[in-house]
């Protein structure tokens, strides 16, 4: 978890992330969810713009399971991290390393791969934290191989969608009373030890499949 006694104005994004979860329970009990909902042990792996709806999905039909997920450093941290752990689905958070620490990216896979032991399933939005939007990075697919876990890829249809045009991910915002439509893809399995390198493409194309579109349709 980040730790917020070092973050300025923390309280604020306590707070944030509070309000951020009570808007979450609000559309999750007036929205209307289609579409199938795994209850499998996975790593569910969706684009970065889907975060909030996931959340919303996963609090109605996975609230009894218990997940694990990550969030980066700073105030933006400390709000994402309240979000998840004041949710339903018993979402344990861990802080993102930097991406040029490489010992400490193998530790944090490791954490992970810990908690998929203890029963968890795994949350990743492979473009995230920071984008570029819908590019696959290799992040997921090396939490998967330490955790065993197979890669479930999601997405998410939302009528009315309405977009934060202003972030980068063009995050979905789902409104009260909206319908929610989910879609799996097919599983990706991983071999311990793994080559990764080949599988990114493959990642890249699941996810492309099941969200229908790809990075050049960014929304406008």
């Known amino acids: 978890m980040t730790d917020a006694g070092t973050v300025r104005f923390a309280w604020l994004a306590r707070l ?3 309000a951020l979860s009570a808007y979450a329970r609000l559309v999750a009990a007036t929205c209307r969810i289609s579409g199938p909902v795994t209850r499998e042990q996975v790593v ?6 889907y975060n909030l709806v996931a ?3 996963a609090g109605r039909h996975r609230s009894d399971l218990r997940h694990a997920s990550f969030s980066t450093q ?11 752990e004041s949710s ?10 930097d991406q040029s620490d490489r010992a400490a990216a193998r530790d944090f896979a490791l954490r992970m791969a ?34 065993g876990l197979p890669v479930q890829p999601w997405a998410m249809t939302v009528r009315p969608e309405l ?3 202003w972030r980068w991910d063009h995050q979905i915002l789902p409104l009260p009373f909206c319908r929610i439509r989910v ?13 990764l390198a080949s599988r990114l493409g493959e990642l890249q194309n699941a996810l492309d499949l099941v969200s229908g579109s790809t990075a050049a349709t960014m929304p406008a």
Do not use: Q
């Open 16 to 18: 944030l992330g509070r």
């Open 44 to 49: 569910l792996a969706f684009w970065h713009e």
């Open 55 to 57: 959340l919303i999905v």
């Open 74 to 84: 700073g105030f933006r941290g400390v709000v994402i991290t309240t979000l998840l």
């Open 88 to 97: 339903p689905g018993h979402v344990r958070v861990l802080p993102l390393p």
């Open 114 to 147: 810990t908690l998929a032991r203890d029963g968890r399933s795994l949350v990743v939005t492979p473009d995230g934290p920071f984008g570029p939007y819908r590019v696959a990075k290799p992040g997921a697919l090396i939490v998967a191989r330490a955790s």
């Open 163 to 165: 977009r934060l045009g």
């Open 183 to 195: 879609r799996e893809g097919d599983l990706l399995r991983f071999a311990d030890r793994e080559r």
